[in-house]
């Protein structure tokens, strides 16, 4: 998801007021009953529901604040690396095995089984059997998204893989926006959750193969 405060385009200092005020004049902008893309109101309606929301905006905050002390971290532990004479391409392989690896592989598992999981709902949505095992499948790969981003932060991204690993951040990013879709669905039968979730994962599987396929460029010798 992208940051809540860049889409509504406020200041993460801003009052209630204020985000209430640019949410609603971006929804005068973009709601396709105006022209505007249904994509764009998804993001918009997603930003207000944490921002719009005092205690959701708190813990929004509090985790912002943690990512930037781990990166602020991470950084110095890069430059540290650096002081001690690791080698550039030392540091790629060695990102690539400890973090990129591991996560292709979990994203795998949250990815390639959901169109027989979906197939197998499919059946008979209102079946509660079968809505359990969809919601076993859920809950199964939330878990896997906390370990991926957990490995996420375990080292920094070399500079030569910059690029690289803000793509992996995207993909991981569309799969978590995904499965909170299709929990949104579990919970209402609203079909255009489940078309979106469905939607965003097929996106997040082209994107992880692209990914696979650069990453072979990357591979040190």
Known sequence: MRDPYA???????????????AYRQLV??????????????????????????AERRRAFDRSRASQTTAASQDLSRARRAQGQGVSA?????????????????????????????LKALAADPYDDA???AFCAYLERSVQKLE???TLFQTL???VSARGFGLSVYHCFSEVEDALQELERYTMG???????????MLREAKQRRKRLQDERRRLEIS
């Open 189 to 199: 039968y609203v079909d255009s959750y489940l078309r979106d979730g469905r939607e």
């Open 89 to 117: 391409d030392d540091a790629l392989a060695e990102w690539l095995r400890r973090v990129y690896g591991p996560i292709d592989r979990l994203l795998g598992e949250v990815i390639n089984p959901f169109p027989a999981q």
């Open 147 to 149: 370990r991926v981003k």
């Open 130 to 132: 079968l809505m359990e």
């Open 7 to 21: 889409e509504l385009g406020v200041s993460s200092h801003a009052s209630a007021e204020e985000i209430k005020a």
């Open 156 to 158: 920094p991204t070399p």
């Open 28 to 53: 005068k902008q973009h709601h396709p009953d105006a022209g505007g893309d249904d994509q764009r109101m998804l993001a918009l309606n997603a930003a207000w529901e944490v921002l719009g929301d």
